[in-house]
């Protein structure tokens, strides 16, 4: 598969050409600045929760994207695992365009071709059963709370309990951070919605343990992404099916990260036979890059808990973000995304293990995440960024990559290359700190 995008220098074409200056950017309506200006002004405006960013970036294509100072970066990480396409892809691009010019936003009193056709397509590709439904949201954390709601719901004889894993990233609005099991993340909000209980990763007698009647749903990521992609055994997966099932409590699976394409498979959990889930969370793939989330119940049986006027959206599901949806799935199905997925993701683990301090490669497809013999995985994140490689740290020891599923084996090889270069810069000062 190609990498596509507009070519470099080209201007974002709209329809007047006012709006956008000649490196693309809408530099009518910010003004042109350099990076570290740029940056003073974001600490003086924007709420601080993310801290300085790294850089402040301006134009993409395809794998590539351009900071203000006009250096140029191989995107490994792909907005957080979000734009599977790449940046400015052209169809997804023009699908989108043409749908705002034609009808933008609409409510949910009314509904359009483009909600009802992604609809249909995402209960295809998960091969839902017949009673199947989907519910669209604008991002992950809405998902995850449409899927507290329908544990809520699953309430007959008193089941309140919800189980989540230690480790899990299930959002940060209040439902969905109750899933979440980071105490920094959790704490400064309690109370939280309260039910929910954390129990070992990846373990089944503690699973055995905590599952019976009283239980309402158990939630899971297939591959944990936030604590460092940690796969779920497909065992845990089995017995995760069959306890929940067994104790009539719902088995949702959080594919927000792990759906669409970027395991090689259309959903994670598609790599284990007999593993049907009642619901699944999608997001950040689903929209190449626009935001736009889905719970999908599996089944009339789960789809009936949420009854009309129990729940609601008012941007969800519009029609630019579900053409979105639609153009990004057709072009994954047109380029043969999922066997290009698998043979990237196989070739950069198979390279990764054998670079020197690299000591555990993890991850299915195009997500992966790699430990280091020490922890220096934030300072190899700036090393990366000044070699023109974006990468992500989810914690001191372990980097992540979730680039692109357009990433050519080219493109990977450049980065495999380097790496060893940019994890000898990123230890050094860790090795005079020592001494
Ligand atoms: C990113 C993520 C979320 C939250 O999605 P947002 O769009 O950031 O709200 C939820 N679950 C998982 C597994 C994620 O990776």
């Known amino acids: 598969?190609?990498?596509?995008?507009?070519?470099?220098?080209?201007?974002?074409?709209?329809?007047?050409?006012?709006?956008?200056?000649?490196?693309?950017?809408?530099?009518?309506?910010?003004?042109?600045?350099?990076?570290?200006?740029?940056?003073?002004?974001?600490?003086?405006?924007?709420?601080?929760?993310?801290?300085?960013?790294?850089?402040?970036?301006?134009?993409?294509?395809?794998?590539?994207?351009?900071?203000?100072?006009?250096?140029?970066?191989?995107?490994?990480?792909?907005?957080?695992?979000?734009?599977?396409?790449?940046?400015?892809?052209?169809?997804?691009?023009?699908?989108?365009?043409?749908?705002?010019?034609?009808?933008?936003?609409?409510?949910?009193?009314?509904?359009?071709?483009?909600?009802?056709?992604?609809?249909?397509?995402?209960?295809?590709?998960?091969?839902?059963?017949?009673?199947?439904?989907?519910?669209?949201?604008?991002?992950?954390?809405?998902?995850?709370?449409?899927?507290v709601k329908l544990a809520r719901r699953n309430s007959t004889a008193g089941r309140s309990r919800i189980l989540a894993l230690d480790g899990a990233f299930h959002g940060r609005t209040m439902g969905a951070l109750a899933l979440t099991s980071k105490k920094a993340y959790r704490e400064p909000f309690e109370p939280l919605p309260g039910g929910v209980e954390h129990i070992p990763f990846n373990d089944i007698e503690a699973l055995l343990n905590a599952v019976d009647d009283t239980v309402a749903a158990l939630v899971i990521e297939p591959i944990q992404g936030e604590a460092g992609v940690r796969p779920l055994s497909p065992e845990y997966l089995r017995a995760a099916r069959e306890l929940t099932r067994r104790h009539g409590a719902l088995l949702i699976l959080d594919e927000v990260q792990t759906g669409i394409a970027r395991t090689g498979r259309w959903f994670a959990h598609q790599a284990v036979d007999g593993v049907v889930p009642d619901a699944m969370t999608l997001a950040k793939g689903l929209g190449g890059g626009f935001p736009i989330g889905a719970l999908i119940t599996f089944g009339e049986d789960a789809s009936s808990l949420i009854s009309a006027g129990q729940h609601g959206t008012t941007f969800g599901g519009n029609p630019v973000a579900t053409a979105a949806g639609l153009a990004t799935l057709h072009a994954l199905e047109a380029s043969d995304a999922l066997r290009h997925v698998s043979e990237v993701g196989a070739f950069l683990r198979s390279r990764l293990a054998t670079i020197e301090g690299v000591t555990a490669v993890r991850g299915e497809g195009l997500l992966i995440g790699f430990d280091l013999d020490g922890e220096y995985a934030p300072a190899a994140v700036q090393a990366a960024l000044a070699a023109g490689f974006i990468i992500n740290a989810t914690g001191p020891l372990t980097l992540r990559l979730a680039p692109p599923l357009i990433l050519t084996t080219e493109q990977a090889a450049t980065f495999l290359d380097a790496l060893p270069g940019i994890l000898a810069t990123a230890k050094t000062p860790a090795r005079e700190a020592i001494s």
């Open 1 to 147: 598969m190609n990498e596509t995008g507009t070519p470099t220098g080209s201007a974002t074409g709209s329809a007047t050409g006012s709006a956008t200056g000649s490196d693309g950017t809408v530099d009518v309506l910010t003004g042109g600045d350099s990076g570290a200006a740029w940056l003073s002004r974001y600490n003086g405006a924007l709420m601080g929760v993310f801290g300085t960013p790294q850089r402040v970036l301006v134009r993409g294509s395809g794998c590539h994207v351009w900071d203000a100072d006009g250096n140029q970066y191989l995107d490994l990480l792909g907005g957080i695992a979000v734009n599977a396409l790449g940046h400015a892809h052209p169809f997804v691009t023009s699908v989108i365009s043409s749908q705002l010019a034609t009808l933008g936003h609409i409510s949910n009193f009314f509904t359009s071709p483009t909600q009802v056709a992604l609809a249909e397509k995402l209960l295809a590709l998960s091969q839902a059963p017949a009673g199947s439904r989907v519910f669209f949201t604008n991002s992950g954390t809405e998902a995850l709370e449409a899927a």
